[in-house]
């Protein structure tokens, strides 16, 4: 069982019937219609969230992603081809990074910070949508072998671990936008080139426990996410087999 399952009994009930929603392993690659599903899941939620990193670029007084072509909901402007290779192989990518000039935004000092939150806020968005599918298609009855609620459970995982993931304060994170602009005055430059220039070797860091030690940062952080934040919400838990 992946590091991040939640079991259904360790969970606070909400004030609703508690959904599990069983899915198969996404990276089997005995099963190559999952992994499909897994990675048209991965493009839609990635695509979302970098257009709305766009345009919230663009509704800020910058142009630079809209002349780029980024303010738009066609996948192929936003897909990075080696982050689709490790979606499939590792079960985890990315897209390609929204252009933004910080010096064309109406709000200077917290503009990037709007930027970057319109991408996690998309992704809590898509989860919410996928929650309520799913919570309507199980009441209609649809059975979880269904293609398109094996499609939403992996819509709504994905979701929920793009938001938490991207709210982390590290760079290149989106959550680290907001730590920069705190420490935007001359007294932290030193500060903020540590956290611009040793960001990813963090992220890696931390990323790279999980073989080291066996212990899975984002995991525990993904399961309280989930336990705290999405579970009483919608009362649905997705556990992959």
Same mark, same amino acid.
């Given at each position: 069982?992946?590091?991040?399952?939640?079991? /259904?009994?360790?969970?606070? &009930? $909400?004030?609703?019937?508690?959904?599990?929603?069983?899915?198969?392993?996404?990276?089997?690659?005995?099963?190559?219609? %999952?992994?499909?599903? !897994?990675? /048209?899941?991965?493009?839609?939620?990635?695509? @979302?969230?970098?257009?709305?990193?766009?345009?919230?670029?663009?509704?800020?007084?910058? &142009?630079?992603?809209? *002349?780029?072509?980024?303010?738009?909901?066609?996948?192929?402007?936003?897909?990075?081809?080696?982050?689709?290779?490790?979606?499939?192989?590792?079960?985890?990518? !990315?897209?390609?990074?929204?252009?933004?000039?910080?010096?064309?935004?109406?709000?200077?000092?917290?503009? $990037?910070?709007?930027?970057?939150?319109?991408?996690?806020?998309?992704?809590?968005? &898509? %989860?919410?949508?996928? +929650?309520?599918?799913?919570?309507? /298609?199980? +009441?209609?009855?649809?059975?979880?072998?269904?293609?398109?609620?094996?499609?939403?459970?992996?819509?709504?995982?994905?979701?929920?671990?793009?938001?938490?993931?991207?709210?982390?304060? #590290?760079? $290149?994170?989106?959550?680290?936008?907001?730590?920069?602009?705190?420490?935007?005055?001359? &007294?932290?430059?030193?500060?903020?080139?540590? @956290?611009?220039?040793?960001?990813?070797?963090? *992220?890696?860091?931390? *990323?790279?426990?999980?073989?080291?030690?066996?212990?899975?940062?984002?995991? #525990?952080?993904?399961?309280?996410?989930?336990?705290?934040?999405?579970? $009483? @919400?919608?009362?649905?838990?997705?556990?992959?087999?």
């Amino acid at each position: 069982m992946p590091a991040y399952a939640i079991i /259904a009994e360790t969970l606070w &009930q $909400p004030p609703m019937e508690t959904i599990i929603l069983r899915v198969p392993y996404y990276l089997d690659f005995a099963a190559p219609l %999952a992994i499909l599903l !897994w990675l /048209a899941a991965i493009v839609l939620a990635l695509s @979302l969230h970098e257009f709305c990193h766009a345009l919230a670029a663009t509704l800020l007084g910058d &142009q630079t992603a809209r *002349l780029a072509g980024r303010l738009s909901l066609n996948p192929l402007v936003h897909v990075d081809p080696l982050g689709m290779v490790m979606a499939v192989v590792a079960g985890f990518g !990315w897209a390609r990074p929204v252009p933004f000039n910080p010096y064309n935004l109406r709000v200077q000092q917290w503009g $990037p910070t709007l930027v970057a939150v319109a991408g996690p806020v998309s992704n809590f968005l &898509q %989860a919410t949508v996928a +929650g309520i599918a799913i919570r309507l /298609a199980t +009441g209609a009855g649809v059975p979880e072998s269904n293609l398109l609620m094996i499609f939403l459970g992996y819509y709504f995982l994905i979701n929920v671990g793009l938001f938490f993931f991207n709210l982390l304060p #590290i760079p $290149p994170l989106d959550g680290s936008k907001f730590l920069l602009d705190l420490l935007a005055g001359p &007294q932290y430059a030193r500060a903020r080139f540590f @956290l611009e220039t040793k960001g990813p070797l963090i *992220l890696l860091l931390i *990323l790279s426990l999980q073989y080291l030690i066996g212990i899975s940062v984002f995991g #525990i952080l993904f399961s309280l996410v989930y336990r705290y934040i999405f579970f $009483p @919400l919608f009362g649905i838990v997705v556990q992959v087999l």
